[in-house]
């Protein structure tokens, strides 16, 4: 069964690309386009790996976490952190990774491949 | 130092023994019994002392006369027959210090030879005074080039704050102020200034230095690195203090520039970040869809990598745009308009404070020339500081703009803007548009009003402001309403609005 990946960014040209990038690669993907989207896909689907863009507009990427983390069936998913910010990823205490955009696919790929492993 | 003494006698024994017996007394004696060897000594050195008979020979006493008359410091004792000394006194008078009669007495002689000797060491004291005293007079003219010269503003303070000198530098730019109070001088206020180098230094006698900004004599505003010294007196108290500043206007300026192209690429890095993100997402799209043949994934990339090739495109000529100096882009305009966009961007933040905004604007103002970016920006900029003004003030429960709009008889739209915030005292109205000055600390750049300012100055125009402490501004900006004749060309980066 194939391991399902839901990529949290507003930018609808960054979700087409990494839902094209983790299909192409094997994953089923999934989009949100803000916090609140996020958390009502993550509790459908729940996902085994989730991207999270920092700044969107409204509620931005960590407030997602804080809520994810309250929620014992979402807590223990993985998180990588895609932003266009440096530094704020500290405010995603857990995040399996960090990557600043614009990003190296091979090494968001690698990651993917050994969190989900 | 032992003396020297010429002794000038016609009768060759006679000069022996006295020779013999000065000696004794630690002169060092040269003779001469001739006016022509006279003439030679004297050609060789002056001495200190001379013991003479003038008449000697006839010429010898105008000989004694002009060595006398050339070199005052020299001592003479003249010694002759005692029938010729009325004679010797008449013709020397007070030029010669003793007379004696011959034959030479030893106990006249010597007191003679210690007048002598006690004149000659007061006339080495005094020539010696004389070179101090010229040495120091040198010294003084060099110290006081140096103050005059240096190429930055020196003044000296007393205790109570009043300049007591000023250097050349100083008084071409602020007048010639001695006994002012330098905080009235420097920056045109009634009282110290906060944290006043000056006074730190009469407290600790340290070297203390701070960053500010004066207003000269013209009006013109400096910014200034100023440094204190302390200057005591012989019982080592701290009696003066002198304050040494130098102009950084220039390097300021530089910063504005740099801070603003800083400010600007830091607000833009997330987009741009978004956008080569994007791009890349575009790049894989199409190499995916070309090597698996899916013409739609092709299609939907190509057009996603020319959004972007365009939106990179787009702002890079924006930074370029921003970056570099530019003439003003006049557009006809109606008055209304502007002054309508202006209210739109504002009256958001008015809301959120709680500010009433009271808002006059006639429909037959007719149109002005105005680049409409800067113009809005730059009115935007003081209607939101009057917002601020209100917000920071915790005294008065309602607060409330006007925004006033009309036309005068040169043909200029005037926009008064009037609040009832905290109001400011004449130091902030003085410096309020100086660059990075903020009376907001960390919550302004000081780089606002400074480029508000000048879009209104470029755009040829005036803005006057009155202020007081706790009641609220008054700001009255006018603009022509037609184009001036020469475009100016705004030379700074534009940065917050």
Known sequence: MKKKILVIDDDLNIRDYL???????????????????????????????????????????????????????????????????????????KAVASLTKPFDRDELLAIVKETLN | MAKQLYLIDGDGNHAAAVKTYIERRQYRVSCAGTR??????????????????????????????????????VQMVIFTQKDMLNTAMDVFGSSAIHYLGLPLNSKALDLALNAAGTAVSQNRRIERYTERLSELHGTQDLLSQLFEEVPCYISVQDKNFRITAANRKFRDHFGNQVGEHCFEIYKH???????????????????????????????????????????????????????????????????????????????MSHGVKGMLTALDGGIYQLETGLAKGDESRVMKASGQIKIMADKI???????????????????????????????????????????????????????????????EASLVNFLENAVDACASDREKKDHQISFHVSKNSKNQICFTIIDNGIGMDIETKNKMFTLFFSSKGSQGTGLGLFIAHRVIKYHEGTVEVESEQGKGSRFFINIPARKPDSTKIIDFPMAGH
Request: aromatic share 6%; hydrophobic share 40%; net charge negative.
């Open chain 1, 19 to 93: 839902v094209s990038l983790f299909t192409d690669n094997g994953y089923d993907a999934y989009i949100a386009g803000d916090v609140k989207e996020g958390i009502k896909e993550a509790t459908k689907i729940k996902p085994d790996l989730i991207t999270l863009d920092i700044e969107m507009p409204g509620e931005w990427g960590p407030r997602f976490y804080r809520q994810m983390s309250q929620d014992p069936e979402l807590k223990n998913i993985p998180v990588i952190v895609i932003s266009g910010l440096s530094g704020h990823q500290y405010a995603v205490v």
């Open chain 2, 189 to 267: 206020r009634t009282s110290l200034c906060n944290g006043c180098p000056v006074m730190e230094t009469f407290t600790d006698g340290e070297s203390h230095s701070t960053e500010e900004i004066v207003t000269s004599q013209f009006g013109k505003q400096y910014n200034v690195l100023t440094r204190t010294a302390p200057i005591r007196n012989e019982m080592g108290e701290i009696t003066q203090v002198m304050e040494m500043s130098t102009n950084i206007t220039q390097i300021r300026q530089l910063q504005d520039h740099l801070v603003s192209l800083g400010l600007m690429l830091g607000s």
């Open chain 2, 36 to 73: 022509d060897a006279a003439s030679l000594l004297f050609d060789a050195k002056i001495p200190d002392i001379i013991l003479a008979d003038p008449f000697i020979s006839e010429d010898m006493v105008s000989c004694l006369e002009t060595v006398k008359k050339e070199h005052p410091f």
């Open chain 2, 313 to 375: 495109k787009g702002m890079v000529l924006e930074i370029l745009y921003y970056a570099k100096s530019r003439e003003l882009q006049y557009e006809e305009m109606t008055v209304e308009s502007l002054a309508g966009n202006v209210i739109s961007t504002v009256t958001a933040k008015a809301e959120k404070h709680g500010v009433l905004l009271d808002i006059s604007i006639p429909e037959n103002l007719g149109k002005i020339d105005v680049d409409p970016k800067w113009m």
